[in-house]
């Protein structure tokens, strides 16, 4: 099966979970679909869980002990990726540039195509995260794509052995406003931060957050939004029902507190009895895939306000 024209050496999940280009349709995603693999050194592992990855996206969750790393740093050649922290908190590194960073629970760290990166957990407490990685985790023709080591990666009582290390400028990020003008450029443009190879970590108040519907309000904040990913948590206050939407990229729902009831349209469609529509309920810790043009809307009937983190690749 070469769904995707894979070359050899790219295990055959990559491109096609859960399913291949042309064959995709909506579903929830249940444990017992995700593909485990084990990325770094057999002393420096991060265990994964990846749940989706089509030709627009890849999503996984990982897990790293308490005291542990992973070993050698990550890199992407095809694709920026983000980290989004479900459990724990995480020491993000990169060993080119030295730059380092702690973050928590909630909190995202954006890690620009190319761009050295590693997590250290320095707690007593694993972490737990999600990757998305788009437009592409791997390429067609190899499945690392060959990591070149770093010869000297920038700890602090390294610097006397520093000549390799990368001089990048400062990086600052841009002054944007806080409405729809930032979407695609959130929190800055895509091609400045892989030219700066610039980690930038998102806390709650630095999303871009925006009230979704012109009639129904339900709240979106984007962790990023990019020329190739956007991803954000979706508040869907008490009795609320969103519009409905469709994305020219695949949609992976995850959701975070409460119990999300999603709808797609075309089940309206096939129905001729309009008084009853078929939807999904999403349980806390529940995935869902919607495929590319498929019309859906969020609604929330608990007693307290829904959140789930929500990815759509390449286009919104
Ligand atoms: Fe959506």
């Given at each position: 099966?070469?769904?995707?024209?894979?070359?050899?050496?790219i295990?055959?999940?990559?491109?096609?979970?859960?399913?291949?280009?042309?064959?995709?349709?909506?579903?929830?995603?249940?444990?017992?679909?995700?593909?485990?693999f084990?990325?770094?050194?057999?002393?420096?592992?991060?265990?994964?869980?990846?749940?989706?990855?089509?030709?627009?996206?890849?999503?996984a969750e990982?897990?790293?002990?308490?005291?542990?790393h992973?070993?050698?740093?990550?890199?992407h050649?095809?694709?920026d990726?983000?980290?989004?922290?479900?459990?724990g908190?995480?020491?993000g590194f990169?060993?080119?540039?030295?730059?380092?960073?702690?973050f928590?629970k909630?909190?995202?760290?954006?890690?620009?195509?190319?761009?050295?990166?590693?997590?250290?957990?320095?707690?007593?407490?694993?972490?737990?995260?999600?990757?998305?990685?788009?437009?592409?985790?791997?390429?067609?023709?190899?499945?690392?794509?060959?990591?070149p080591?770093?010869?000297?990666?920038?700890?602090?009582?390294?610097?006397?052995?520093?000549?390799?290390?990368?001089?990048?400028?400062?990086?600052?990020?841009?002054?944007?406003?806080?409405?729809i003008?930032?979407?695609?450029?959130?929190?800055?443009p895509?091609?400045e931060?892989?030219?700066?190879?610039?980690?930038?970590?998102?806390?709650?108040r630095?999303?871009?957050?925006?009230?979704?519907?012109?009639?129904?309000?339900?709240?979106f904040s984007?962790?990023?939004?990019?020329?190739?990913?956007?991803l954000g948590?979706?508040?869907?206050?008490?009795?609320?029902?969103?519009?409905?939407?469709?994305?020219?990229?695949?949609?992976?729902?995850?959701?975070?507190?409460g119990?999300?009831?999603?709808?797609?349209?075309?089940?309206?469609?096939?129905?001729?009895?309009?008084a009853?529509?078929?939807?999904?309920?999403?349980?806390?810790?529940?995935?869902?895939?919607?495929?590319?043009g498929?019309?859906?809307?969020?609604?929330?009937?608990?007693?307290?306000?829904?959140?789930?983190?929500?990815?759509?690749?390449?286009?919104?």
């Open positions: 099966m070469k769904e995707s024209g894979k070359g050899d050496g295990p055959e999940w990559i491109g096609n979970t859960p399913f291949p280009p042309g064959k995709k349709r909506v579903c929830r995603i249940t444990r017992d679909m995700y593909v485990g084990l990325y770094g050194f057999e002393t420096a592992q991060v265990e994964n869980q990846v749940f989706v990855s089509t030709d627009m996206i890849f999503m990982w897990t790293l002990p308490p005291g542990s992973y070993e050698p740093p990550g890199y050649l095809h694709g990726e983000c980290y989004y922290l479900l459990e908190e995480a020491t990169n060993p080119e540039t030295g730059e380092t960073f702690t928590g909630g909190d995202a760290m954006i890690i620009p195509q190319c761009t050295r990166h590693q997590i250290f957990n320095m707690t007593d407490k694993r972490i737990v995260a999600i990757a998305c990685v788009a437009p592409a985790i791997w390429a067609d023709d190899g499945m690392g794509t060959i990591i080591r770093v010869e000297a990666p920038r700890f602090y009582k390294g610097r006397d052995k520093l000549s390799g290390g990368l001089a990048v400028p400062p990086y600052r990020l841009p002054e944007l406003k806080r409405n003008d930032s979407i695609g450029i959130w929190p800055a895509g091609p931060l892989r030219k700066a190879k610039q980690l930038v970590i998102v806390r709650p630095d999303q871009l957050a925006l009230i979704h519907g012109v009639e129904r309000h339900v709240l984007f962790v990023v939004s990019s020329d190739f990913m956007h948590v979706l508040t869907a206050p008490v009795a609320s029902v969103s519009e409905f939407e469709t994305h020219e990229g695949d949609e992976v729902i995850n959701v975070l507190e119990e999300l009831c999603v709808r797609i349209s075309s089940f309206k469609e096939e129905r001729s009895d309009d009853t529509y078929p939807h999904y309920k999403l349980l806390e810790g529940n995935k869902m895939f919607i495929p590319a498929v019309t859906h809307q969020y609604m929330n009937f608990i007693n307290n306000p829904v959140k789930a983190y929500i990815a759509v690749a390449p286009r919104l």
